[in-house]
């Protein structure tokens, strides 16, 4: 079975801080998303990438960068944590057809 | 009209009946469908894919494509309190993108 970790379940951040949220899959796959997820809002996606070095802007970039430097690991980046921010963040990785999540990081901003 | 689109409910069925999830999807997505499983406060969980008009069965579960109404169903048989949980409904747009619905929660009551 595929796996996806994120690096952190739950995560207290202040306002104005740098974050960094962490995923490694292990599958060797191609594709990787960074999405949140709100209540009513559903899954918006932030940033995604089809191969290393590279990545596209989803529905919601502003605030967020990404950095997918190995093939495993794509990062998601808070450049200056607001409290609009406080989410739910979870990646994802695929081959061919569908995504496999990881089990997600829980972000407050205070 | 949105891309997926799903009512959020909730559904309530007794235990033991037959829950119905419903979607429909707009000609901007492709005809592969995916339904995924998220338990409150964890990730979605990959439980059906469907790519082909007619039903696809798997255990309990059902899921159903119907290409003419833009329509994809699945249907839990002898529910169980353990599949309370929001399901999401969720197909690839023509930009490759998989697009999410905002998710149906299902209470099935002992």
């Known amino acids: 079975d595929v796996k996806v970790t994120q690096s952190s379940r739950y995560l207290v951040k202040r306002t104005g801080e740098k974050v960094f949220l962490e995923c490694v899959q292990d599958?060797?796959?191609?594709?990787m998303f960074w999405y949140r997820q709100d209540p009513g809002l559903g899954l918006r996606l932030i940033y995604f990438?089809?191969?290393?070095?590279?990545?596209e802007k989803g529905d919601i970039p502003e605030g967020y960068s990404v950095s997918r430097e190995k093939k495993e690991r794509f990062s998601l980046i808070l450049e200056s944590a607001s409290t609009n921010q406080t989410s739910m963040y979870l990646c994802?990785?695929?081959?061919?057809?569908?995504?496999?999540f990881g089990s997600g990081t829980r972000l407050t901003v205070v | 009209q949105k891309e997926v689109e799903q009512n959020s409910g909730p559904l309530s069925v007794p235990e033991g009946a037959i829950a119905s999830l419903n979607c429909t999807y707009s000609?901007?997505?492709?005809?592969?469908f995916f339904w995924y499983r998220q338990y409150s406060g964890k990730s979605p969980e990959l439980i059906m894919s469907?790519?082909?008009?007619g039903d696809k069965e798997d255990g309990r579960f059902t899921a159903q494509l119907n290409k003419a109404s833009q329509y994809v169903s699945l249907l839990i048989r002898d529910s169980q309190p353990s599949d309370s949980a929001t399901y999401l409904c969720?197909?690839?747009?023509?930009?490759?993108?998989?697009?999410f619905g905002q998710g149906t929660e299902l209470s099935v009551k002992p």
């Open positions: 994802a990785s695929s081959l061919h057809y569908g995504y496999t």
């Open positions: 599958m060797d796959h191609e594709n």
């Open positions: 000609d901007r997505v492709s005809q592969s």
């Open positions: 990438s089809y191969d290393v070095k590279m990545k």
């Open positions: 969720a197909g690839y747009n023509q930009g490759g993108k998989l697009i």
């Open positions: 469907i790519y082909s008009n």
